[in-house]
């Protein structure tokens, strides 16, 4: 089963508002990050959140993580069309060092109409 | 950035012949390659580990025989997709960690496999 999964499934907003995004999982984690996917492509990373981390900034980007709920939210300000993609959490497992793999969920399909 | 390429972008290919898809770090050493494999609208499914100079570490139910993996130098790996069949049609993408950062991976563009 999917370590990540993120709800929604697909989010359509008016360009301008903002984008929640939401992302569950189960087991300890080192840290979690977000991955863009444009159509077709390969995945752009996003920004990596540590485990002893609740909050980061990246531009119009804003990650939380919650290690108690075991849940992240994105969040993308003033959105754009250009950031419609979908949009993807990993996880790296605790306590397996540089040869961690990353778990992805099932992604978010996020349209910004214009 | 660090830059992660692959090819080539799209292959079509007949059923029995093999497949290889390069994946290739422009700009800095990777210790570690990873191979995926992403049906449509679907996440990311993590086929084989590749550590430079020795063999691939599998995911259950990834046959290694089919999808053969090679990790020759620090900043290519392989994938040779074995006797393709139409069901072996999907997008692989593969990623790459470097020599520093021990979490970051970066993915290359993916390729486009159609098997007929």
């Known amino acids: 089963s999917q370590q990540g999964e993120e709800d929604p499934q697909a989010l359509s907003i008016q360009e301008g508002e903002n984008a929640t995004m939401n992302c569950s999982y189960k087991t300890s984690i080192n840290n979690l990050q977000w991955y863009r996917q444009n159509s077709g492509r390969g995945l752009v990373h996003l920004i990596l959140?540590?485990?002893?981390?609740r909050e980061k900034h990246s531009g119009r980007l804003r990650v939380t993580l919650d290690t108690s709920k075991k849940s992240s939210s994105l969040l993308i300000t003033a959105s754009r069309a250009a950031d419609t993609a979908s949009y993807f959490c990993?996880?790296?497992?605790?306590?397996?060092?540089?040869?961690?793999?990353?778990?992805f969920g099932k992604g978010i399909t996020l349209s910004v109409r214009p | 950035g660090a830059v992660v390429s692959q090819h080539p972008s799209r292959v079509i290919c007949k059923s029995g012949t093999s497949v290889k898809i390069e994946c290739r770090s422009l700009?800095?050493?990777?210790?570690?390659m990873f191979w995926y494999r992403q049906f449509p609208k679907k996440s990311l499914m993590l086929m084989a580990t590749?550590?430079?100079?020795?063999?691939?570490?599998?995911e259950q139910g990834v046959e290694k025989d089919k999808f053969l993996i090679n990790h020759a130098s620090l900043t290519l790996s392989t994938l040779t997709v074995t006797s393709a069949h139409p069901e072996d049609s999907s997008f692989y993408i593969c990623?790459?960690?470097?020599?520093?950062?021990?979490?970051?991976?970066?993915f290359g563009p993916g390729t486009r496999l159609t098997v007929t």
């Open positions: 959140i540590r485990s002893n981390e």
């Open positions: 700009d800095f050493q990777a210790t570690t």
């Open positions: 590749s550590n430079e100079g020795s063999k691939a570490t599998y």
């Open positions: 990993a996880t790296a497992p605790l306590g397996t060092g540089a040869n961690s793999k990353l778990t």
């Open positions: 990623s790459a960690r470097d020599l520093v950062g021990l979490y970051e991976q970066y």
